[in-house]
């Protein structure tokens, strides 16, 4: 391909062999290639190593390029000279994360500052980011009037309630809102009783019955942190105020419970109850909801917020994990692999009629390296201010899984070897 403008993507897979044809050896056919696998050539498809791409003849006028085998087929980057090198960098792999904030409480410090007959405002803004660059922004605004004797509970889910109230009126989810709370971790405060929870219900079911700490009754006030099944809790993890015990097994809490579904077990402390003489400081930890993905349609993107308070005291916001996209992901590949057009180049896409047919490379879970190879040819069309710069590039995504002297680990070492020539650093993936 000798379009300008024009990227091109090439995927090297899971990788766990030497190479079938090695240097100095030439790929006729797709047989001399692992199925996922590639190597570094010259214009004659010899396969060249980290030393040979520095002294073979050919290479200075032609240059290099990526032969790869994919669905039994040879597949082919352009030719790349090191002279043309713009930019040549690793990017590794890094895992999605959604936005944590906490407001109050952290799960290790501060609160929601209590005060009487106040009216708490509380402003969320969104942006969700993608790599469209088009994303929706909104924002919902959440008020509450304290009682004029205030209690930290009352403000709490007074405003735990309105916010839910807003978050529900969105058109999709967004945030998943909780509460937190300081009591200390106390396991003999366990239910006495396994208990049965249900994700998206505002009730527990318990067996036997509500008792806790052998023998002591559960109270409308008090508070149930609930932890992971077979787990135990932790001051990280949500707690419930106990609205009514609506009989001796069944008790409803103030809101749908977003942990998950399941038997939570007393023999390993798994839902602890805090009683209301034990309570101590609050806090709402917000956390984004992962969006949908859809090929072709809706881009991978992740939620990202900002929140403003007025009129709540000294409580403190603390931004806790931001969001993040990652870099390497299955989706962000499937997206760049659609854009990309599987490993036929990105030509112009105004035009419907040009899609090319592609069977993705990318599989379920699977986690990549980058290495992004930008250059420019020496046609170079000439422009106002001199030759235009007219830059192609190429990525090239190596699934994790290889070892020294596996194939793609080959690959890596020649392209550092070759863009080191013009004094580009390694990628730093070459093990």
Not at 6 to 23: E, G, I, K, Q, W
Not at 35 to 54: H, I, K, P, R, W
Not at 200 to 208: D, F, L, P, Q
């Amino acid at each position: 391909m000798e379009q300008t403008h024009v990227m091109n993507l090439m995927f090297m897979l899971d990788d766990s062999t030497a190479p079938v044809t090695n240097a100095g050896s030439y790929i006729d056919a797709y047989t001399d290639l692992d199925e996922g696998a590639a190597s570094v050539c010259n214009d004659q498809n010899c396969v060249l190593s980290a030393a040979s791409v520095l002294t073979d003849a050919r290479v200075p006028a032609h240059g290099v390029r990526i032969v790869g085998r994919l669905n039994n087929e040879l597949v082919y980057s352009d030719f790349i000279k090191a002279e043309d090198i713009i930019s040549y960098r690793g990017i590794a792999y890094a895992a999605a994360a959604e936005q944590i904030t906490f407001i109050g409480y952290t799960g290790a410090a501060s609160s929601i500052r209590v005060i009487n007959d106040n009216v708490y405002k509380m402003k969320i803004n969104f942006t969700e980011i993608g790599r469209t660059g088009q994303g929706r922004q909104n924002h919902i605004d959440v008020m509450y009037h304290s009682a004029d004797a205030a209690t930290a509970t009352e403000v709490t889910f007074g405003l735990m309630t309105n916010l839910r109230g807003s978050l529900d009126a969105e058109p999709v989810n967004v945030i998943t809102a909780g509460v937190r709370n300081s009591a200390a971790v106390t396991a003999g405060n366990a239910l006495d009783h396994d208990t049965t929870v249900v994700q998206g219900s505002k009730y527990v079911t318990i067996a036997t019955n509500s008792q806790y700490a052998t023998g002591s009754e559960l109270a409308v006030g008090d508070l149930l942190r609930i932890g992971t099944v077979a787990g135990g809790t932790a001051l990280t993890n949500n707690v419930y105020y106990v609205e009514e015990l609506v009989s001796i097994t069944v008790v409803k809490l103030d809101r749908p419970v977003t942990d998950a579904s399941g038997t939570y077990a007393t023999g390993t402390d798994d839902i602890e109850v805090i009683p209301a003489a034990s309570i101590a400081n609050y806090g709402i930890s917000l956390t984004g909801v992962a969006q949908s993905w859809t090929l072709g349609k809706r881009p991978w993107s992740k939620i990202i917020f900002t929140v403003g308070l007025e009129d709540f005291g000294a409580t403190e916001i603390s931004y806790n994990t931001a969001a993040s996209l990652g870099s390497g992901t299955e989706n962000q590949l499937r997206d760049l692999e659609y854009f990309c057009k599987g490993q036929k180049g990105n030509t112009y896409r105004g035009d419907p009629r040009s899609y090319i047919p592609y069977t993705s490379a990318v599989s379920a879970a699977d986690t990549f390296e980058q290495i992004a190879i930008t250059w420019a040819s020496n046609s170079r069309s000439e422009g106002i201010n001199g030759p235009g710069h007219n830059p192609k590039q190429l990525i090239i995504a190596c699934e994790q899984s290889y070892d020294n002297t596996d194939a793609n680990d080959i690959v890596i070492e020649v392209l550092d070897a070759y863009a080191g020539s013009v004094g580009f650093a390694a990628c730093g993936f070459a093990k």
